[in-house]
């Protein structure tokens, strides 16, 4: 890792700067000169993105020895061009002419002809390394991107994916400190990658320590709106209300072509940092699946953002990867993924947003009355204040607010409901929805997206935002109505 980027430091800034400085040290950047600003743009845009497809699909580095790509590369800007890097990095350095001095036109036009014998000898590694490096570059432009850009997405990382990796490295270097152990046990595709899931950022921490194109569902109702860009990240979406068989059939597709597929097994992000169960549907899949098992717990993501929380916070990350597994063994992966890692006695940076798991007040009993703040939170009801509490103090308190007795019941709020205004009501066999009674009996699910929606299922999808109250309480009161029917819990 340190001598990858050495190297880069001394191709990209030592050289180009280093070679500026001799031969003309009283150089000053010219920033009107926007063409050259835009190609020194450019150069590291497309030199970037080149090196982000040899990672994700390559599986290595542009640098030969241990590290070099395990697989030829052929899709993205290798299927417009055989030496897309080459070619930013001559865009980058003729940039950098451009803005210092023109008279160094001299110096770039041979450092092309450098750059073309060292392709060569990249040419002769690569026919010997890989066979199908042949056919791949016949009709293929040398330097110059002029063929048609190209990528199958069952497997290989569209444009937006390699685009927000790259942004996700740069994010992920600066907010977080994400430490990888176990990474030798990573096998080569395909693979199937199972997770617990506490935050937004969780699919960034696997895909950087994974270090290749993952796709993984995504549940439909919450991301409806933003299906186009799903399709162009090449992730697929997944309607968690039901059983999904295109989901299933996304999967078993990636997996048999050769790619890896990223499976958060909970379903949903977890709200105190305790796993959640597995249902039936993600166990009976992992027992047909016909390649390796590669278990990968994430540690420190509920405190660096919890699923309540308004805001994120910089933090330490550990992905801790388990060996490879047999299907057979999914148990072993589950249990090695499923462990309950936050420290009991730590606490929360910011409380700000904890109204939304802490619904109810224990102290007077009062729905909707927790008022949070940066260093914790106080019900405007009886003013009982709470000053940083631990991670175990907030788990207490939102097990004593779980229902446990129907004499709580009726409650109601006021929501928006399918985008139109309305009342609505929880009783003890029925939940009302304006003027229309939905039986208890009939929901054949109940689940919460974001911090702020309430979606429930029966023989149609209805959106609730709630106006007062936390749409977890609605969900867990259902939860409890529904406890003894096995086909709403559908958990082994």
Partial sequence: MLFSIIKTLIYWIAIPFGTIAIFNISSKVLFHLNFGIGLVIFGVFWSSLATAYLVLDGHGTPFSGKHSPKRLVTCGPYSMSKHPLYFGYMMYTLGLVLLFNLTLIWIWIPSVFFMLILSLFEEHRLLKKFPNHVTYRKGKPYFIPLKKWSVDPTIQPPFLFAFLYIIGKILILFLYDVKSVGKEK???????????????????????????YMRSPVTWSHYNDMKWLLNNVGMFSVKRYTIDTSAIINIIRTLKKGGIVGLFVESERNWDGKPLKVKNSIVHFLESVKVPILPMRIEGAHLAWPRWAKHFHVGKIKVVIGNALNPKEYQKALDFVLKDTVPQNSHYKDYRGIESYLWQCPNCKTIGSIRSFKHGFECSHCHKIWLSPDIKKVREIHEQIYPKSIENLPISDEAIVNESESKISLFTDHLRVAEEKLQISAIKAALVESRHELYIYTKKLLKIVPSKTSPLMWKEWIDFLKRDDPDYWGYK
């Fill in 186 to 212: 990573i096998p080569d595709p395909p693979y199937l990658i199972v997770s617990n899931h506490s935050s937004y950022f969780d699919p960034f921490y696997l895909m950087d320590t994974n270090n290749s």
